[in-house]
């Protein structure tokens, strides 16, 4: 098993920054793939960004360029760094792990971009 729990999310102006973590409890051994989901309302959950084992990283098109994906050596903790933040970045936030090819997610965190 593996317990994840987020922070950092937040409300921000549009252009403003915002750093989310994930913390990871339990059992990391056997880790695949941990990265960030969002959901905004009435839309499907989509990939923001994961980062596998061996350090291959995948953005989604609509946030290459200002999120940026990081871990810990101990992959008990990731971020996600998150700039130049729009409206439409506003959604709930979930951390993921993939452990030996099973999801564990966290409860999510709010990110709300507005004026």
């Known amino acids: 098993q593996v317990q994840l729990v987020e922070s950092g999310g937040g409300l921000v102006q549009p252009g403003g920054s915002l750093r989310l973590s994930c913390a990871a409890s339990?059992?990391?051994?056997?880790?695949?793939?941990m990265g960030w989901y969002r959901q905004a309302p009435g839309k499907e959950r989509e990939l923001v960004a994961h980062?596998?084992?061996?350090?291959?990283?995948n953005y989604a098109d609509s946030v290459k360029g200002r999120f940026t994906i990081s871990r810990d050596n101990g992959m008990n903790t990731v971020y996600l760094q998150m700039n130049s933040l729009k409206p439409e970045d506003t959604a709930v936030y979930y951390c993921?792990?993939?452990?030996?090819?099973?999801?564990?997610w966290g409860q999510g965190t709010q990110v709300t971009v507005s004026s």
């Open positions: 993921n792990y993939i452990r030996n090819y099973l999801n564990y």
């Open positions: 339990g059992s990391t051994f056997g880790i695949n793939a």
């Open positions: 980062i596998r084992i061996g350090g291959s990283i």
